[in-house]
């Protein structure tokens, strides 16, 4: 007995069937009658009209579940059966544009019943849309920084960029402002810098998570080589006091992002009302993976710091960085602001006021 059978009659008992449970309904019917189609796009639709009403209306699941778990399993399982990870692409012309994705290739996969499909279609697109947007915000951000530098106009009035700065990188510093243009600076060459997102969805230990970026410190500046460990990397990583980083210093990059993607990442809901939280943080991550910026503790409405941190040496390159980074970081724009009125040294080092400052600019920017 097929699965398009099972599924007929052993959901037939659901009268009253929702627009997205017919939605699926028709799907398994083009599948059944008309196969896997080109790139197995027949089988693409059923999970992504299955996906969309399992989430949409949990209590209908709930009454047929047994059915749609096996219907859920038998889709996973014929994904597994296809090599062609990238189904679908292919034929509707979506590719990714500007980024690379890579499927992780490890053994440490969450159970073969809980994996899911390769990225379809839309989730291509959504991260397209989201590249596309975060470039224009970060290079807007180092515009902003490039006119702070030039301008500085820190007194009354304050223009908007130089307030922003003021929100999240403290008050005025000239060596502090040199160091966030040339990160900026940093970070637009990592995102023109095509990217790589690997695909961590069914890994176990990333399978639930957003996803990020590992720590790691691309940037070159004024010709100084930044190296994975040791003493380069420690020379040259932000916020020390290395060879006058003059906001004029040449800044270039010694590799690529990897950017780990998870299912939160891709996610559901509302993508208009969510992308502006999708570049900050892109950009707070592109941070880790970039400029090896940390996470910074949480600290309350005096600033004060509320777990400990792995060095509070500014020669350090841990400078910073929470030793409890799940329980206590710095990653709301209100609480960033009280930090960096605070703690203005660690906010330079904060992965996360990178990713709020470029949010700000990009929402105060006519598109
Ligand atoms: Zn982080």
Redesign the pocket.
């Given at each position: 007995m097929s699965i398009v059978t099972e599924w007929e009659i052993r959901t037939r008992g659901q009268r009253v069937r929702s627009a997205q449970l017919r939605e699926v309904d028709a799907a398994v019917l083009v599948w059944a009658r008309m196969g896997q189609g080109q790139k197995d796009v027949n089988m693409q639709t059923v999970w992504t009209k299955f996906s969309a009403w399992k989430t949409a209306v949990p209590a209908e699941y709930g009454i047929i579940r047994a059915a749609a778990d096996e219907l859920e399993n038998e889709l996973a399982r014929q994904w597994r059966n296809k090599p062609a990870q990238m189904a679908g692409v292919g034929a509707s012309g979506v590719t990714p544009t500007g980024w690379r994705l890579v499927m992780y290739a490890g053994a440490d996969l969450v159970a073969a019943n809980q994996q899911v499909p390769p990225m379809t279609t839309a989730q291509i697109s959504k991260i397209n849309e989201a590249m596309r947007r975060v470039k224009l915000g970060v290079s807007s951000a180092r515009d902003a920084m490039l006119r702070v530098a030039k301008r500085r106009q820190f007194a009354f009035p304050m223009p908007e960029e130089e307030a922003a700065f003021t929100d999240f990188f403290g008050p005025y510093d000239e060596d502090r402002l040199n160091r966030v243009v040339s990160n900026f600076q940093a970070l637009v060459l990592a995102f023109n810098g095509t990217p790589t997102f690997t695909d961590v969805r069914n890994r176990q230990v990333w399978a639930n998570t957003y996803g990020?970026c590992v720590r790691r410190n691309l940037v070159s500046r004024s010709g100084q080589a930044a190296l994975g460990g040791g003493v380069a990397a420690k020379a040259a990583a932000v916020g020390q006091a290395v060879a006058a980083p003059k906001a004029q210093a040449a800044v270039s990059l010694t590799g690529n992002v990897d950017m780990l993607v998870g299912r939160a990442f891709i996610g559901s809901g509302s993508y208009a009302k969510t992308t502006d939280d999708t570049i900050c943080t892109l950009v707070?991550?592109f941070a880790?993976g970039t400029i090896n910026?940390?996470?910074v503790p949480d600290v309350d409405g005096n600033g004060v710091f509320q777990c400990t941190r792995q060095s509070d040496d500014p020669a350090d390159p841990n400078f910073g960085n929470s030793t409890d980074?799940f329980g206590h970081?710095s990653?709301q724009e209100p609480m960033d602001i009280i930090m960096a009125r605070h703690h203005p040294e660690y906010a330079l080092v904060n992965?996360?006021c990178y990713g709020q400052f470029t949010k700000r600019i990009l929402i105060g920017k006519a598109e």
């Open positions: 990020g707070h991550e880790h910026a940390v996470d980074p970081q990653s992965a996360d």
